[in-house]
């Protein structure tokens, strides 16, 4: 009777333990994106052959002196770029010093996967650019439909310092391109100026990852926190928020200037930036 009751409650432990690893396995993630991580957007038929687009990323890879390895988050660059890519539209890649844009470990842990991302795992094509990407430096904006800032704690430490970046930005919104930016991309407009010399983002609706998603997080290291730094170079801040903001997203339009959030917004900005595109297509 006890060896029968042991093997009842062996059997019932392991029955247990493989519900609990295919829940985390498969479960999670449901959960997540129910509660608002990465979710569904609404995708434009758009056929924008002969467009050109700059996405741009950081080239930073550790938080603090000696911390955790960072970089881009990778649904970051995956959702816009495959959204732009889909549409006919060549998409470059490029960097405050060029080479390698660093991927932030933690946004390819299975939990964050999107079917970008697993595309992008299959896809060496993207994974070279990523490897070799495009000094800002030597980038002629006037080739490019519209500029596009990816996000990630690394580009906390470059995008908003780099003054090249800024002028190729400035140069491009002159021409009339379209800006774009998401989470901490949004920090690389700072050095930018408007035609009249003032900063690009002064008297702009935009929005980027929130104060409030920065403390909820923890990661207070990073020198440039995308709220604060915004809305002190004049920008009118716009977010929306949940119990945790890591689960809320929003994007911006104003004008030519389209801005997502945080992870949650590449995709629906990107598909803001190909709307504003299309527009300036048909001449409406």
């Not at 990323?57 to 990778?74: C, K, M, S």
């Not at 995956?78 to 889909?86: A, H, K, M, V």
Request: net charge negative.
């Amino acid at each position: 009777m006890a060896s029968t009751r042991r093997s009842r409650i062996f059997i019932t432990a392991g029955f247990l333990l493989v519900v609990g690893v295919v829940f985390l396995r498969f479960g999670l993630p449901g959960v997540l994106h129910a509660a608002g991580l990465h979710p569904e957007y609404e995708r434009g038929d758009f056929a924008l052959d002969g467009r050109r687009i700059l996405l741009v990323a950081t080239n930073h890879d550790v938080l603090g002196e000696g911390g955790d390895p960072t970089g881009v988050a990778i649904s970051e660059v995956t959702e816009p770029y495959y959204d732009f890519l889909d549409a006919g539209i060549q998409v470059d890649l490029a960097s405050p010093r060029g080479g390698v844009i660093p991927v932030d470990p933690q946004t390819l842990f299975w939990v964050m996967s999107t079917p970008s991302v697993d595309r992008y795992r299959e896809d060496p094509a993207l994974q070279a650019k990523l490897e070799n990407s495009i000094p800002i430096a030597e980038v002629d904006a006037s080739d490019y439909d519209a500029i596009f800032l990816a996000g990630g704690w690394g580009a906390a430490y470059d995008l908003g310092y780099s003054e090249e970046l800024g002028e190729k930005i400035t140069e491009a919104n002159a021409n009339g391109a379209v800006i774009g930016g998401v989470c901490h991309g949004p920090l690389g407009l700072l050095q930018a100026k408007a035609p009249d010399g003032s900063p690009l983002v002064a008297g702009r609706r935009l929005t980027a990852v929130t104060d409030k998603q920065v403390q909820e997080l923890g990661i207070d290291v990073t020198p440039q926190h995308p709220e604060r730094e915004l809305r002190a170079a004049g920008a009118v801040f716009e977010s929306d928020t949940a119990f945790r903001d890591v689960f809320a997203t929003h994007v911006v339009v104003d004008k030519n200037l389209v801005t997502g959030q945080n992870q949650n917004s590449g995709g629906a900005a990107a598909q803001s930036v190909m709307e504003l595109l299309s527009q300036d297509q048909t001449g409406s």
